[in-house]
């Protein structure tokens, strides 16, 4: 049985790295909820839904919202986040990180683990359902259905040099299922790479727009398709794109109606975390 964090030990703090699920406020875990509602300190990200906040934040905590934007300048440096955790873990209090989706996928874990180590801060890392997980389940898109893909793999292509010309050719020949994070600007690049190492016709490609939240939004189309009808098109953050066989399920098995409405679920990143002024640079 994990030792749960006792506040009479004012000597000695922790860091909760948790979770907070793709934007419904529903599946976050029962864990983090509870170590939310005992946390002195919230460093929370963009992606976590204001309703985690307002219903299960212990309503004397501090919460530092250290958002990240990409390609936004007012996004918090890591650095910045690394310093307020091992700060306010120094002065012996609860820290809970809140991550959007799960801690270990496509975040920046390893720094803040790093950090917390270099330190000998104690932590915990409590896992959260990820948006390729949480964006298939709610357009109806099973990521492995029997008959469809027997793996799933998850990239990133926010940058050009993520992927490789030889990892491209591989992805387009796979019958595994594709789920691409942070990728919707890149998009249009990304179908021409697949396209052009002779990705099969039957796949299909879905884009889902602030996946799990009332605002959700699905679009299906071939890859050559998208190229035609709707390359160019910007998407509201966060955007996920699954591509396969699995993604031409949507149309049957679709239980969430689409929200057509452009507004944004998650706040826009607007400053940057102010460090206070005792907080020491991390060597």
Request: hydrophobic share 40%; net charge negative; aromatic share 8%.
């Amino acid at each position: 049985m994990i030792t749960e964090y006792n506040h009479t030990d004012n000597a000695r703090g922790k860091v909760i790295l948790a979770g907070a699920g793709p934007g419904d406020p529903e599946l976050i875990t029962l864990k983090t909820m509870r170590y939310l509602q005992e946390a002195d300190v919230v460093l929370t990200d963009r992606l976590v839904s204001e309703d985690i906040l307002v219903r299960y934040v212990n309503p004397r905590a501090e919460i530092i919202y250290v958002g990240k934007q990409c390609r936004k300048g007012a996004s918090t440096p890591q650095s910045s986040i690394n310093e307020l955790l091992v700060f306010h873990a120094s002065e012996g209090k609860l820290v809970v990180r809140l991550k959007g989706g799960d801690v270990s996928v496509f975040s920046n874990i390893l720094d803040e683990l790093q950090a917390l180590a270099k330190k000998n801060i104690p932590y915990e890392i409590i896992p959260g359902v990820t948006a390729a997980l949480g964006a298939a389940a709610y357009a109806g898109i099973p990521l492995t259905a029997r008959g469809f893909s027997k793996a799933v793999r998850f990239v990133t292509y926010y940058k050009s040099d993520t992927v490789s010309e030889a990892y491209w050719k591989e992805l387009a020949q796979t019958d595994d299922t594709l789920v691409f994070y942070m990728s919707a600007e890149t998009l249009e690049d990304a179908v021409r790479h697949l396209l052009d190492n002779q990705i099969s016709p039957d796949k299909k490609l879905a884009l889902i727009a602030q996946a799990t939240t009332p605002l959700q939004h699905v679009q299906v189309s071939g890859l050559a398709e998208y190229l035609q009808h709707s390359a160019g098109k910007s998407y509201i953050s966060p955007s996920i794109v699954i591509i396969g066989k699995v993604a031409a399920l949507y149309q049957q098995f679709a239980w969430l109606p689409n929200c057509e409405a452009q507004e944004e679920y998650f706040k826009p990143v607007e400053g940057r975390a102010a460090l206070p002024k005792d907080v020491p640079v991390l060597a």
